[in-house]
């Protein structure tokens, strides 16, 4: 395999791709690869990163078209119908990013279909994603995110409100879900037939449950099985994707049609390189220098600080929680990365950049697999007597209703 780093100008042997361009609705992915949204990463900075080595690697690959789907952070309905300064925020998009894509947190069918129809009427996107996967205490313990396709009703009223005022527009809607609650409450295969039924465009499955929250090993076996449940739609898999290789891997074993790509991206927006090319059938793959990397690192904050409207320190803070990531394996020392922790301006970061050896090369299974924390299982906080009955009672209700403005909240 080649090691070469991977840029528009790199060209490989062209191959035999592994699978047909992805169709959501009326557009069309050439590469089946969609970045998930992840709260407090998959912002406008980020994203551009993302789509901007996606496509070196597509180009690269003899191909051209959209590199992959990138999907904005969440965003709950209740706070973009109330038009909160932040939520706005969330939704902002490059000029020439297309397809643009929203992710939307719901409890409510009423308030989903005035935030989608928002969304449309304003033409402020070209696709929308529900999230139905979040696992968060916050969210489930109100009988929303991972918590709420139990509630098989109010999921598919959620679902078909998004539907109707997204095709208002030709906006597809897809969804975004987990396995179910625990071992024990599985509910994937009953809501991916109950939205295919309500028009959905694609069901992206993380294979985990609520209970497991990003611990032990993703089940790749659910997303086999919800491809031989869902034919009518693409089934896109999700989880325990760190390398292209990977990627490849999980198509082979579950004949999904895409995949969906979370942690394995953080601090390393060039796997949509390498996820460009794999799919492509070809082998190069990026393995960059630390000067590389760095110079990476030093754009995501400064496109950082664009997407804060100028406010360097704010931008400084965000990229933070990024610097071990992009950091992991080199030999940058303890100093260094815990000052990098406390950076406060752009000047601080270059500064502290140039003492760092640009030169030291990509450092191999060090800087791989698992990144972000993995946490440990946990029983799935819920609203009471939830798990009594698949059918809303009247306080569950009262709860659910609060769930999201708890999350529009961040409470």
Not at 53 to 79: F, I, K, P, Q, W
Not at 253 to 274: H, I, K, M, Q, Y
Request: negative net charge.
């Amino acid at each position: 395999m080649s090691t070469q780093t991977l840029d528009p100008t790199t060209t490989a042997t062209p191959g035999e791709r592994v699978l047909p361009p992805l169709r959501i609705g009326r557009h069309v992915i050439d590469s089946p690869v969609v970045l998930a949204p992840m709260a407090g990463i998959t912002n406008r900075a980020f994203r551009r990163l993302c789509r901007e080595a996606g496509d070196a690697g597509l180009a690269a690959s003899g191909l051209t078209g959209a590199s992959s789907l990138y999907v904005n952070e969440m965003v709950t309905s209740r706070a973009l119908v109330e038009r909160t300064p932040e939520s706005l925020r969330l939704i902002e998009h490059d000029g020439d990013e297309r397809p643009r894509s929203v992710q939307l947190y719901s409890v409510d069918p009423a308030t989903t279909a005035a935030a989608v129809r928002m969304l449309v009427t304003e033409e402020r996107a070209d696709h929308i994603d529900l999230n139905f996967g979040c696992p968060v205490p916050k969210v489930t313990r109100k009988g929303g995110g991972a918590a709420l396709p139990w509630k098989r009703d109010l999921f598919r009223a959620i679902v078909a409100a998004a539907v109707t005022e997204g095709a208002k527009g030709e906006i597809p809607v897809t969804v975004k879900m987990r396995v179910g609650i625990d071992a024990e409450h599985h509910t994937y295969l009953e809501a991916a037939t109950a939205a295919v039924e309500e028009g959905v465009a694609a069901v992206s499955l993380h294979a985990r449950t609520a209970s497991q929250a990003y611990s032990g090993q993703a089940d790749w076996g659910h997303i086999r099985l919800l491809k031989e449940t869902v034919t009518s739609v693409p089934v896109l898999g999700n989880g325990d994707i760190w390398s292209a290789e990977d990627a490849l891997r999980m198509v082979e074993e579950t004949g999904c049609d895409g995949v969906v790509v979370g942690r394995g991206c953080l601090g390393r927006p060039w796997l949509f390189a390498d996820l460009s090319a794999a799919f492509a059938g070809t082998q190069v793959r990026v393995r960059p220098t630390l000067g590389e990397v760095t110079a990476t690192l030093r754009r995501h904050a400064e496109l950082l600080t664009d997407f804060y409207d100028g406010d360097e320190l704010r931008a400084c803070r965000d990229i933070r929680k990024h610097i071990a990531w992009y950091l992991k394996g080199f030999p940058a020392g303890s100093t260094v990365r815990n000052q990098l922790a406390l950076v406060d301006s752009l000047a601080a970061l270059d500064r502290l950049i140039a003492t760092m050896d640009p030169t030291s090369p990509w450092p191999g299974e060090a800087a791989e697999g698992q990144r972000g924390r993995a946490g440990s299982a946990r029983v799935v906080a819920l609203p009471e007597n939830w798990l009594a009955s698949q059918e809303l009672d009247e306080a569950q209700r009262a709860q659910v209703a609060a769930a999201e403005q708890s999350v529009a909240d961040g409470g």
